[in-house]
């Protein structure tokens, strides 16, 4: 998906593997816009700006700034057009927004507004979650309805999984609306939805890429017992007594722990090992 609104029928060309097709409706735009409510003091980060109609409007709200990431350089004309009308506005950068170095941005962003490439759903919120000691704590994304279903997942149900559960013990997640596929031009086959993601606690706990880490060996086989995924995971061969360590029961699966539980095996397993191995996203 992009976030740019189709004007009319001989609106750009989409690209499949690029993922994209244009929001047509703009109920669904005046949506976001009210959800993000841009202040002047805002430094907004955009994801996939299309033909930039979401980032006019979002720039019309008076922005302090506005960084948009776009990869298809076919898009360079409409976006070139719009930095000359908000040239003190508007910062353009092109490129793969999940390989992207986002570090080196001054001002740094602390919001993300973003109708993402479907395909890239995980790895960028993943990315972007890295980032929120540096400020980025607010983050709205137009996903796939099946995604907005697995990051909201509660414990205990068939949709959780690891990056619904880094959301919640990092802060909250909700649905903002569903998306219909008439919403958009090409028509997507499948559902879509509106989230908001705002990040207030352990901010800093992606940063070393141990609890991803955990989190992804913990889930590898979902049907698979806890203890039965984690074996041999960090060079630990008895995994029966961290988790007896962190209160958790062997045989439960993965997708049955609650936050708090979670952060207690992180505690148990990071205090019992030297050199946790990087996260494998």
């Not at 609106?11 to 005046?30: E, H």
């Not at 606690?201 to 890429?209: E, F, I, K, S, Y």
Request: aromatic letters at 8%.
């Amino acid at each position: 998906m992009n976030s740019g609104v189709a004007a009319g029928d001989d609106f750009f060309r989409t690209k499949k593997r690029f993922g994209q097709n244009f929001l047509v409706d703009r109920s669904v735009l005046a949506d976001i816009l009210k959800r993000a409510d841009v202040r002047q003091s805002d430094v907004i980060l955009e994801i996939g700006p299309g033909e930039g109609v979401l980032t006019r409007e979002l720039l019309l709200a008076r922005p302090s700034l506005l960084y948009a990431v776009e990869l298809d350089v076919r898009l360079k004309d409409a976006l070139l057009k719009l930095k000359e009308e908000f040239s003190d506005k508007l910062n353009l950068l092109w490129g793969d927004a999940v390989k992207l170095d986002y570090s080196a941005l001054s001002p740094f962003p602390t919001r993300v507004v973003a109708n993402i490439p479907y395909n890239i759903t995980t790895p960028l919120i993943w990315r972007l979650l890295e980032y929120a000691p540096l400020g980025l704590t607010s983050h709205i994304y137009m996903v796939q309805k099946e995604a907005a279903l697995r990051l909201t997942a509660r414990p205990d149900t068939k949709d959780r999984y690891p990056l619904g559960v880094a959301l919640e013990v990092m802060g909250t997640v909700s649905l903002v609306r569903a998306v219909a596929p008439s919403c958009f031009r090409p028509r997507p086959r499948v559902e879509s939805a509106v989230i908001e993601i705002c990040l207030s606690r352990n901010l800093r706990l992606l940063n070393d890429g141990r609890f991803s880490a955990l989190l992804h060996a913990s889930f590898r086989q979902r049907r698979k017992m806890l203890v039965n995924n984690l074996k041999n995971f960090s060079g630990i061969t008895r995994w029966e007594s961290v988790l007896e360590e962190a209160d958790i029961e062997p045989k439960i699966r993965a997708e049955d722990l609650g936050g708090e539980e979670w952060l207690k095996l992180y505690g148990a397993w990071t205090s019992s090992v030297i050199s946790p191995p990087p996260a494998s996203l």
